[in-house]
């Protein structure tokens, strides 16, 4: 009985302090994607990558670091500029604790849409 009176002490203690709007993200559900993506990389690193190039030579991206580098840029300033413009970065420094949109006032729901939609650019 204690147990099960812990358990929705832990369920309503976590509906009231996580944002609703942040499970719509990529990865937010749960954390077994991040576990399994975790294990690919490691397996494609330590197991797969080694044993694919065993008999080749390296290859050359120094062209398509560089668009990337670029893209990386350009993008990494768009979300800084709209967030810094539209939000209130500099009170969540100190106010980390507040919630986002205590933070951001007027602009949180633009402010969310910005770091929704970056992320979802990562995704296919």
């Given at each position: 009985?204690?147990?099960?009176?812990?358990?929705?002490?832990?369920t309503e203690t976590m509906s009231n302090i996580t944002d609703t709007r942040i499970l719509a993200l990529?990865?937010?559900n749960s954390?077994?994607?991040?576990?399994f993506i975790s294990f690919?990389?490691?397996?494609?690193?330590?197991?797969?990558?080694?044993y694919f190039m065993k008999d080749r030579k390296p290859y050359s991206l120094k062209g398509f670091i560089q668009c990337y580098n670029i893209f990386q840029i350009v993008t990494n300033f768009w979300i800084v500029f709209n967030i810094v413009t539209n939000g209130g970065p500099f009170a969540a420094v100190w106010n980390y604790c507040e919630?986002?949109?205590?933070?951001?006032?007027?602009?949180?729901?633009?402010?969310?849409?910005?770091?929704?939609?970056?992320?979802?650019?990562e995704q296919p």
């Open positions: 009985m204690a147990e099960l009176e812990f358990n929705r002490h832990v990529p990865l937010m954390p077994l994607y991040v576990i690919a990389y490691w397996y494609t690193v330590y197991v797969f990558g080694p919630p986002f949109d205590q933070i951001c006032g007027a602009n949180s729901e633009k402010v969310f849409c910005i770091c929704k939609l970056s992320r979802s650019k």
